[in-house]
């Protein structure tokens, strides 16, 4: 069971910028893909980024395609989500995701089985 801890929410400023980051257990962490996803208040959870095992792919929502970045440090088994021009409509619950033995789509929830407790993100108008 890999067991994961999402840090760095908080309040910001449309505009500002937040990184968000999440700390993996488990020695093989570096073999499996990551993601984020994010719900808001009444609407069903949905996809952010995601980055293969090895961080040459990376896979991003329309909405925040060019002001997200994913990343990930295998030697130190975190994975990052520096968020810049935050908008109003970003203000949600960020998880982290690990997808271990699922193949498919990066986009699905279903696809990922083990998930943080989430950290809010409120970015004020």
């Known amino acids: 069971q890999v067991q994961l801890v999402e840090s760095g929410g908080g309040l910001v400023q449309a505009g500002g910028s937040l990184r968000l980051s999440c700390a993996a257990s488990g020695r093989t962490f570096s073999a499996y893909t990551m993601g984020w996803f994010r719900q808001a208040p009444g609407k069903e959870r949905e996809f952010v980024a995601a980055?293969?095992?090895?961080?040459?792919?990376?896979y991003y929502a329309d909405s925040v395609e060019g002001r997200f970045t994913i990343s990930r440090d295998n030697a130190k088994n975190t994975v990052g989500l520096q968020m810049d021009s935050l908008k109003p409509d970003d203000t949600a619950v960020y998880y982290c995701?690990?997808?271990?033995?699922?193949?498919?789509?990066?986009?699905?929830?279903?696809?990922?089985?083990?998930w943080g407790q989430g950290t809010q993100v409120t970015v004020s108008s």
């Open positions: 995701a690990v997808r271990r033995f699922s193949t498919g789509s990066v986009y699905s929830l279903s696809k990922y089985d083990s």
């Open positions: 980055i293969n095992w090895s961080g040459s792919s990376t």
